[in-house]
């Protein structure tokens, strides 16, 4: 199973809104609603921000926000901050062979 | 609180095994499905395995087959990921997570990893 597709990297300025992408395909995510984004601090352990593709846990600003398109998944962070720089991960279930599939992961800078 | 606690760095030659422990508390150990992800040094999140709630059932990412065992104690709260045949790539800090499910496939809570060196 091949990893998802991020983009390496993503910039913004404080109160901009930055959006990275997740590309998978029909047997991950084009066929579930089971995309999930974590974000990662360096040297800490990921922390969920996103799940079933737009659900935000309690305890998650409503600046972060997700969505679905087709093969696509993306995660919007609106009026950035500079404790959102991190790297992004985005995962989606793949079947029950596959089970479970992680982005490459997307650094987040806040310029 | 819930709180997953993994034991500390290891350190093995090459073919070795490696058993990483991960000890719940804080919510009930045997109603959750836990996974193992696994992240080489400067790389990304890899998916390694998940385990349902009474150890009966494991489902292996393809790479890591006749290599990866998973077991669960339920009298302990703990989850084991045993790995063989150590190589350098191997190399990585490994988690354990908590799936919110069942089935949901996500992971609300996640231990503070462990990291294994495989070196001669």
């Known amino acids: 199973q091949s990893a998802l597709t991020q983009p390496a990297s993503v910039s913004g300025s404080p109160g901009q809104s930055i959006t990275i992408s997740c590309t998978g395909t029909s047997s991950d995510v084009g066929s579930y609603n089971l995309v999930s984004w974590y974000q990662q601090h360096p040297g800490k352990a990921p922390k969920l921000m996103i799940y079933e593709g737009s659900k935000r846990p309690s305890g998650v600003s409503n600046r972060f926000s997700g969505s679905k398109s087709g093969n696509t998944a993306s995660l919007t962070i609106s009026g950035l901050q500079a404790e959102d ?27 | 609180q819930v709180q ?3 034991s500390g760095a290891e350190v093995k030659k090459p073919g070795a095994s490696v058993k990483v422990s991960c000890k719940a508390s804080g919510y ?13 040094p400067g790389q990304g999140l890899e998916w390694m395995g998940i385990i349902n709630p009474t150890g009966s059932s494991t489902t292996y990412a393809h790479k890591f087959h006749g290599r990866l065992t998973m077991t669960r104690d339920a009298s302990t ?21 908590r799936e919110n499910g069942p089935h949901l496939y996500y992971f609300d809570q996640w231990g503070q990893g462990t990291l294994v060196t495989v070196s001669s």
């Open chain 2, 77 to 97: 709260s703990t989850v084991y990921m045993d790995l063989s045949s150590l190589r350098s790539e191997d190399t990585a800090l490994y988690f354990c997570a």
């Open chain 2, 4 to 6: 997953l606690v993994q």
């Open chain 2, 28 to 40: 009930t150990f045997t109603s959750y499905y836990m996974h193992w992800v696994r992240q080489a």
């Open chain 1, 85 to 111: 720089e991190a790297d992004y991960y985005c995962c989606s279930y793949a079947g029950s062979h596959s089970s479970v599939v992680f982005g490459g992961g997307t650094k987040l800078t806040v310029l």
